[in-house]
């Protein structure tokens, strides 16, 4: 039991985990370009380089990203080669994100030698986006930024701002801790992205939409230019323990598009849905299809577009 009265500890974080994809130290394990409206509204090529390294010390309560980390620090050079390796075989793209499941600036990650490297061979983008945690977020940032030729952007989870859910989540950050971080960043021209979950435990039942959207509206507010809405997901052994207590429940797609919606229609800043694995919130397959794609179409045009009409809706009880 934590001091927010969710029953969970690390150690419960830790023993409820599913075994670990094996991953090559010298292999990004995945590399993908897709579309993505940047911050002068128009849609341009965006490659994502999922970067394989030591897992992040942290122990989020939701994450499941340590699924496809290694436990050891890789050795120095691998990073840059893992970039290598991803770079000949993606077609053109005008910017990158090198995301490494975890923090870009955790020396035991992405070794600090490295930095001339890899910032070498992002020489052609428009603009360089990492991943972070707030609490790592230091002088470190501003040293990669000055070995790059373009714009620095640095995503950080803010995850949600009601402060009982943030606890409970274990990321091991405050409001303030973030809003430190904005502020190093933003004061050095690193534009800040921030990742805010849909309905984190203890968010109560029903709310979810209004804590996701209040959390958007507070990292736009300390400036961050763009809000990344992600449905928070089973998938790391304790959710689902925490989804039979009924501690936890999925978004439904309802949730997911009227979160987006109303991002959008903050009028601060880009907001776009994590469109990742979001295909298992779909209920109805008449229109299941037709929703997702209107989400996409929402993230590349930053505009609230039609719902797609289907006899599974139910009119809201008067
Ligand atoms: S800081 Fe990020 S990568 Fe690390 S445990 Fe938390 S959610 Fe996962
Ligand atoms: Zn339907």
């Known amino acids: ?52 390294n030591r897992e992040c010390p942290f122990r989020c309560l939701m994450c499941d990203l340590w699924k496809n980390t290694l436990r ?5 050079g691998a990073i840059p080669r893992q970039i290598d390796y991803a770079l000949a075989r993606l077609g053109p793209a005008r910017q990158i994100k090198l995301y490494n499941s975890g923090n870009f600036f955790d020396p035991q990650a992405i070794p600090r030698a490295d930095y001339p490297a890899i910032a070498s061979r992002l020489r052609d983008f428009e603009r360089v986006i990492v991943e972070n945690h707030p609490r790592l977020c230091s002088d470190h940032c ?12 640095i995503a950080l989870g803010l995850e949600t701002v009601h402060t009982a859910a943030l606890r409970a989540l274990n990321k091991q ?25 849909l309905n984190p435990p203890l968010v109560p039942p029903g709310a979810g939409v209004q804590w996701a959207v209040r959390s958007v ?10 809000c990344s809405i992600i449905a928070t997901r089973p998938g790391n052994g304790i959710m689902e323990r925490l989804e039979r207590e009924g501690l936890f429940r999925q978004p439904a797609l309802e949730e997911l598009e009227q979160a987006l919606a109303d991002g959008l229609a903050l009028g601060r800043g880009r907001a776009f849905v ?18 997702l794609e209107r989400l996409r179409q929402m993230n590349l045009t930053q505009q609230v577009l039609p719902d797609v009409p289907c006899s599974c809706r139910q009119r809201p009880a008067e």
Not at 15 to 44: G, S, T, W
Not at 217 to 226: I, P, Q, V
Not at 274 to 291: K, S
């Open 1 to 52: 039991m934590n001091d927010t009265g969710m029953p969970v500890s690390t150690p419960d974080i830790l023993a409820a985990r599913p075994p670990r994809n094996i991953v090559d130290p010298q292999r990004p394990y995945a590399f993908l370009v897709e579309p993505e409206c940047d911050d002068r509204r128009r849609v341009v090529d965006v490659a994502t380089v999922f970067l394989t």
């Open 72 to 76: 050891e620090r890789v050795p120095p």
């Open 142 to 153: 501003l040293r990669f930024q000055q070995l790059l030729a373009a714009p620095l952007e």
């Open 173 to 197: 950050m405050t409001l303030e801790d973030f809003a430190r971080a904005v502020e190093l960043l933003t004061s050095h021209d690193i534009a800040v992205r921030a990742f805010v979950l």
């Open 217 to 226: 509206e507070y990292a736009f507010s300390l400036g961050a230019t763009c």
């Open 274 to 291: 994590d469109l990742w694995d979001v295909a298992r919130l779909v209920r109805c397959n008449r229109c299941g299809p037709a929703r």
